[in-house]
């Protein structure tokens, strides 16, 4: 899922300039499930910048949708958010511009930086695991992705810099791609994918090859 | 600000409110200043309830758990505390005394840890000023 | 007919060769390559001059082996992957071969996180062995990556980097035999100290015939101090230490500490001369070029291969 990250409430603070109805607009999916937008946190936030702003005027009020990133579920906030002269959305980008493009008017703040497609490892810790290269290759890579998990995004790894299944740039937190990739296709008998050299990458079909759009047409009226 | 610091203690009901329940019947009942919340475990102390209690008009928040490995529900104690951790974090960043929360780990037969905890809470937060 | 590197025709002449290593400057300054470039002018076969090492802004392998090919030099051009895409790697080796340097280093590159420019973008469009297959493309079958023609004469003598002492162990010959099917014609390998795991690595080499199809130069940096020694075993990945090196160089007298460094590297390649496959030694003497000489001299490998420019 999109993983975010609350930004530090200072920098929330800076935002809100000289507002004074500002709605906080959480998203059910997501950032829920990363703890960083959801309905729990949208609710704190309100409570400690009404804290933050005791006695300035300054009124906070919240809720939450199911998914930001689709008008449908925007519609149903109109009301509350053309009272207000700011909204803080605590949905990843997709949501903040969506929200942006129903609401055009007013001020719609991100409240969260969001960082990559990812999965928890383990309660209060997710890692970073696709990169939406548009290309997938996992099956020779034993289910492991070098573009998003090696540093370098090599195809044909390890580098000199794997020591101890670690990757020299952040040993401490980051793996090295490629000895899990050697070790899985190890335990799987599959390690001769690794004798065949995999020739350079098109990345016309990632971010790299322009903004990108994908359309079904059997399903566009 | 009238008199006492104002406090609110959630306690679990497996050792804090054991223990404010002894000091209660003892001579040194708990102060009026201090308002005993008896929760499940301490470990369903969540941020929000922190935050609104400091937000109604507590001074201060002090969160009793059962002590390290004694959690009948595991690691309730550990989310407690890991949880006030994170309250004094928000509370630093909007400019709030941390210390205006705390956790504490007693038993339900150390009614006179439970007190002496309390009275050193609503001492500290008598020497803080509103907004500090 | 394509003019072929001093260097290739050393080697394939199974001759024993050195070549050392030159780091540009920070700076636009002609002068400092040229000092360096003294110490190690009819010393080494060969000068590689680094890309941007250890993600540091410095001047341009390319432009400082141009200065070393007007010297009389002959130059290697380190090319990492890190800062330049496909359409500027091919560039670059075109311009090469124009400037007249005709040995390329492939390289993946460090990454960013460790130079000066932690908050750029890096790029990574090919890896170490996708730059090694394309400049054969471009020197043998006339074509760049994206299938159009090379105009015009290219010969390039194509190198790459191999590190016998990091993980997986088990794989790296594999990976090793990746780079020369690719067209690595001469490896270099990261500095050995433990020479008794580079003699398994070696074997393990051999087992598989590498050591007939590519050729080998051991990598050597003298070392100027048992502080220096810690650090680098401590903080540079793949890069193992001996406790008995580190051993003598704390033990050394005085300021005696250099040259026992000095002397564990004249050991070493004496040692290396003697294992099978490896055909050369690279000197990576950073920042301390003038020492050089006098390591080739005390290792008896001077007028070697014959004083031609």
């Given at each position: 899922?999109?993983?975010?990250?609350?930004?530090?409430?200072?920098?929330?603070?800076?935002?809100?300039?000289?507002?004074?109805?500002?709605?906080?607009?959480?998203?059910?999916?997501?950032?829920?499930?990363?703890?960083?937008?959801?309905?729990?946190?949208?609710?704190?936030?309100?409570?400690?910048?009404?804290?933050?702003?005791?006695?300035?005027?300054?009124?906070?009020?919240?809720?939450?949708?199911?998914?930001?990133?689709?008008?449908?579920?925007?519609?149903?906030?109109?009301?509350?958010?053309?009272?207000?002269?700011?909204?803080?959305?605590?949905?990843?980008?997709?949501?903040?511009?969506?929200?942006?493009?129903?609401?055009?008017?007013?001020?719609?703040?991100?409240?969260?930086?969001?960082?990559?497609?990812?999965?928890?490892?383990?309660?209060?810790?997710?890692?970073?695991?696709?990169?939406?290269?548009?290309?997938?290759?996992?099956?020779?890579?034993?289910?492991?992705?070098?573009?998003?998990?090696?540093?370098?995004?090599?195809?044909?790894?390890?580098?000199?810099?794997?020591?101890?299944?670690?990757?020299?740039?952040?040993?401490?937190?980051?793996?090295?791609?490629?000895?899990?990739?050697?070790?899985?296709?190890?335990?799987?008998?599959?390690?001769?994918?690794?004798?065949?050299?995999?020739?350079?990458?098109?990345?016309?079909?990632?971010?790299?090859?322009?903004?990108?759009?994908?359309?079904?047409?059997?399903?566009?009226? | 600000?009238?008199?006492?610091?104002?406090?609110?203690?959630?306690?679990?009901?497996?050792?804090?409110?054991?223990a404010a329940?002894t000091v209660s019947?003892d001579?040194a009942a708990i102060p009026?200043?201090v308002?005993?919340?008896?929760?499940?475990?301490?470990?369903?102390?969540?941020?929000?309830?922190?935050?609104?209690?400091?937000?109604?008009?507590?001074?201060?928040?002090?969160?009793?758990?059962?002590?390290?490995?004694?959690?009948?529900?595991?690691?309730?104690?550990?989310?407690?505390?890991?949880?006030?951790?994170?309250?004094?974090?928000?509370?630093?960043?909007?400019?709030?005394?941390?210390?205006?929360?705390?956790?504490?780990?007693v038993?339900?037969?150390e009614a006179k840890v439970l007190r002496d905890r309390l009275a050193e809470?609503?001492?500290?937060?008598?020497?803080?000023?509103?907004?500090? | 007919?394509?003019?072929?590197?001093?260097?290739?025709?050393?080697?394939?002449?199974?001759?024993?060769?050195?070549?050392?290593?030159?780091?540009?400057?920070?700076?636009?300054?002609?002068?400092?390559?040229?000092?360096?470039?003294?110490?190690?002018?009819?010393?080494?076969?060969?000068?590689?001059?680094?890309?941007?090492?250890?993600?540091?802004?410095?001047?341009?392998?390319?432009?400082?082996?141009?200065?070393?090919?007007?010297?009389?030099?002959?130059?290697?051009?380190?090319?990492?992957?890190?800062?330049?895409?496909?359409?500027?790697?091919?560039?670059?080796?075109?311009?090469?071969?124009?400037?007249?340097?005709?040995?390329?280093?492939?390289?993946?590159?460090?990454?960013?996180?460790?130079?000066?420019?932690?908050?750029?973008?890096?790029?990574?469009?090919?890896?170490?062995?996708?730059?090694?297959?394309?400049?054969?493309?471009?020197?043998?079958?006339?074509?760049?990556?994206?299938?159009?023609?090379?105009?015009?004469?290219?010969?390039?003598?194509?190198?790459?980097?191999?590190?016998?002492?990091?993980?997986?162990?088990?794989?790296?010959?594999?990976?090793?035999?990746?780079?020369?099917?690719?067209?690595?014609?001469?490896?270099?390998?990261?500095?050995?100290?433990?020479?008794?795991?580079?003699?398994?690595?070696?074997?393990?080499?051999?087992?598989?015939?590498?050591?007939?199809?590519?050729?080998?130069?051991?990598?050597?940096?003298?070392?100027?101090?048992?502080?220096?020694?810690?650090?680098?075993?401590?903080?540079?990945?793949?890069?193992?230490?001996?406790?008995?090196?580190?051993?003598?160089?704390?033990?050394?007298?005085?300021?005696?500490?250099?040259?026992?460094?000095?002397?564990?590297?004249?050991?070493?390649?004496?040692?290396?001369?003697?294992?099978?496959?490896?055909?050369?030694?690279?000197?990576?003497?950073?920042?301390?070029?003038?020492?050089?000489?006098?390591?080739?001299?005390?290792?008896?490998?001077?007028?070697?291969?014959?004083?031609?420019?």
């Open positions: 899922m999109i993983v975010a990250e609350r930004k530090r409430i200072a920098e929330i603070r800076q935002m809100l300039g000289a507002h004074e109805k500002i709605l906080i607009v959480g998203c059910g999916a997501c950032v829920t499930v990363c703890m960083a937008g959801g309905e729990k946190e949208a609710e704190i936030l309100a409570a400690a910048l009404e804290m933050a702003f005791q006695d300035s005027g300054k009124q906070f009020s919240w809720d939450c949708v199911e998914r930001q990133c689709e008008p449908e579920f925007l519609a149903p906030l109109a009301e509350k958010v053309l009272a207000s002269d700011a909204v803080l959305s605590m949905a990843c980008g997709a949501g903040v511009q969506t929200m942006a493009a129903q609401y055009p008017r007013i001020f719609i703040y991100p409240v969260l930086n969001t960082h990559f497609i990812g999965r928890p490892l383990e309660q209060g810790l997710w890692a970073e695991t696709c990169a939406g290269c548009g290309n997938c290759i996992l099956h020779l890579t034993g289910g492991i992705c070098p573009i998003a998990r090696c540093s370098k995004s090599l195809l044909n790894g390890p580098c000199g810099g794997s020591v101890d299944g670690r990757c020299e740039v952040d040993p401490d937190n980051i793996e090295c791609a490629w000895q899990l990739i050697y070790d899985r296709l190890t335990q799987a008998g599959k390690l001769h994918l690794l004798d065949e050299i995999m020739p350079p990458k098109d990345w016309s079909s990632s971010a790299h090859g322009g903004v990108r759009r994908i359309v079904r047409e059997d399903v566009k009226l | 600000m009238s008199s006492e610091p104002r406090v609110v203690a959630f306690c679990c009901e497996h050792s804090g409110e054991l329940r019947s001579e009026d200043n308002e005993i919340r008896s929760v499940p475990c301490s470990g369903s102390v969540q941020t929000i309830d922190i935050l609104n209690a400091l937000r109604s008009g507590a001074d201060g928040v002090a969160v009793f758990g059962c002590h390290e490995d004694s959690c009948k529900h595991l690691v309730g104690n550990r989310r407690a505390k890991q949880r006030i951790e994170y309250v004094a974090e928000i509370l630093k960043e909007i400019g709030w005394n941390p210390e205006r929360v705390g956790y504490f780990p038993a339900a037969v809470v609503v001492d500290k937060l008598r020497g803080l000023t509103v907004e500090a | 007919m394509s003019a072929i590197s001093r260097l290739q025709k050393i080697l394939e002449a199974g001759g024993f060769a050195v070549t050392a290593e030159l780091g540009p400057p920070k700076g636009s300054d002609v002068e400092v390559v040229r000092r360096k470039a003294e110490y190690l002018k009819g010393v080494v076969d060969a000068v590689n001059v680094t890309d941007n090492q250890t993600a540091v802004v410095r001047m341009s392998s390319i432009a400082a082996c141009a200065i070393l090919r007007e010297l009389g030099i002959e130059p290697v051009m380190q090319m990492v992957c890190r800062d330049r895409n496909r359409i500027a790697l091919q560039s670059d080796i075109l311009g090469a071969y124009a400037l007249g340097i005709h040995n390329v280093l492939c390289l993946s590159g460090d990454h960013q996180r460790f130079g000066n420019h932690p908050e750029a973008k890096n790029v990574f469009d090919l890896d170490s062995v996708q730059l090694i297959q394309a400049a054969k493309g471009m020197r043998d079958e006339k074509k760049f990556i994206s299938g159009d023609e090379v105009e015009g004469a290219l010969s390039m003598f194509i190198g790459a980097a191999a590190n016998p002492f990091s993980d997986p162990f088990e794989f790296r010959v594999r990976r090793l035999a990746k780079k020369v099917a690719a067209g690595a014609q001469f490896i270099q390998t990261q500095c050995v100290y433990d020479l008794k795991k580079f003699r398994k690595w070696m074997e393990m080499v051999r087992d598989v015939g590498l050591h007939e199809r590519t050729h080998i130069l051991a990598g050597i940096t003298p070392l100027k101090s048992d502080g220096m020694a810690r650090y680098m075993r401590d903080h540079v990945a793949g890069i193992e230490i001996p406790d008995e090196l580190i051993r003598r160089l704390r033990s050394a007298a005085k300021g005696k500490a250099a040259a026992e460094g000095i002397s564990i590297a004249v050991e070493a390649i004496q040692e290396m001369r003697d294992v099978e496959g490896v055909h050369g030694v690279h000197l990576m003497a950073i920042e301390w070029e003038k020492r050089v000489p006098e390591i080739v001299e005390r290792a008896g490998l001077m007028s070697r291969n014959g004083e031609d420019a």
